[in-house]
Antibody, heavy 118, light 107 residues
Framework: QVQLVQSGAEVKKPGASVKVSCKASGYTFTSYDINWVRQATGQGLEWMGWMNPNSGNTGYAQKFQGRVTMTRNTSISTAYMELSSLRSEDTAVYYC???????????WGQGTLVTVSS | DIQMTQSPSSLSASVGDRVTITCQASQDISNYLNWYQQKPGKAPKLLIYDASNLETGVPSRFSGSGSGTDFTFTISSLQPEDIATYYCQQYDNLPRTFGPGTKVDIK
């Protein structure tokens, strides 16, 4: 069965970077885009960007341009999202999601809580 | 960016009631709209894609309709396990944007 398993919770200081992993299983990793979505506590869903695991091509929301980098390691079927220059407003649960068709998020990771605090 | 609005922001209904949520896009998005259900502490779950297609395994009491700028999501007979927040999401353009969500609970 398809699964996306994310890395554990992180606590970071303002100005630091965080790298969240998303390990895929149960399907061919390079056949489906991975997107990242975040959710601050009690807030809605915010799309961050996409990555094609086959080509490594990426696209980011304007809001995160220059601060976010999405990469992958195809040998271990894992996608990564790195966010730099962290500030308190980046405190949120970060989700990876697989894309099926044009353009549905059909499987999601369990979420990774990133807390930014001095 | 395409702005998505939803109404109401929250609602309370009785078990067995018909529940309707509306979603409006700031420009024509054809039928490029999905609906997700999110329960507390859990990841969102895809319910409806392409505005009206029911995802495999999702109960038939859930349905969606609409095209262009105006969309509707319906639960035909509310069940206790449907307590959740529901989000619409457009994929006509980048960035993919979500509505603010509609919280549904039991009266």
């Amino acid at each position: 069965q398809v699964q996306l398993v994310q890395s554990g919770a992180e606590v970071k200081k303002p100005g630091a970077s965080v790298k969240v992993s998303c390990k895929a299983s149960g399907y061919t990793f390079t056949s489906y885009d991975i997107n990242w979505v975040r959710q601050a506590t009690g807030q809605g869903l915010e799309w961050m960007g996409w990555m094609n695991p086959n080509s490594g091509n990426t696209g980011y929301a304007q809001k995160f341009q220059g601060r976010v980098t999405m990469t992958r390691n195809t040998s271990i079927s894992t996608a990564y999202m790195e966010l730099s220059s962290l500030r308190s407003e980046d405190t949120a649960v970060y989700y990876c999601a697989r894309v099926r068709g044009w353009y549905y998020f059909d499987y999601w990771g369990q979420g990774t809580l990133v807390t930014v605090s001095s | 960016d395409i702005q998505m609005t939803q109404s109401p922001s929250s609602l309370s209904a009785s078990v067995g009631d018909r529940v309707t949520i509306t979603c409006q896009a700031s420009q024509d998005i054809s039928n490029y709209l999905n609906w997700y259900q999110q329960k507390p502490g859990k990841a969102p779950k895809l319910l409806i894609y392409d505005a009206s297609n029911l995802e495999t395994g999702v109960p038939s009491r859930f349905s969606g309709s609409g095209s262009g700028t105006d969309f509707t999501f319906t639960i035909s007979s509310l069940q206790p396990e449907d307590i959740a927040t529901y989000y619409c999401q457009q994929y006509d353009n980048l960035p993919r944007t979500f509505g603010p969500g509609t919280k549904v609970d039991i009266k």
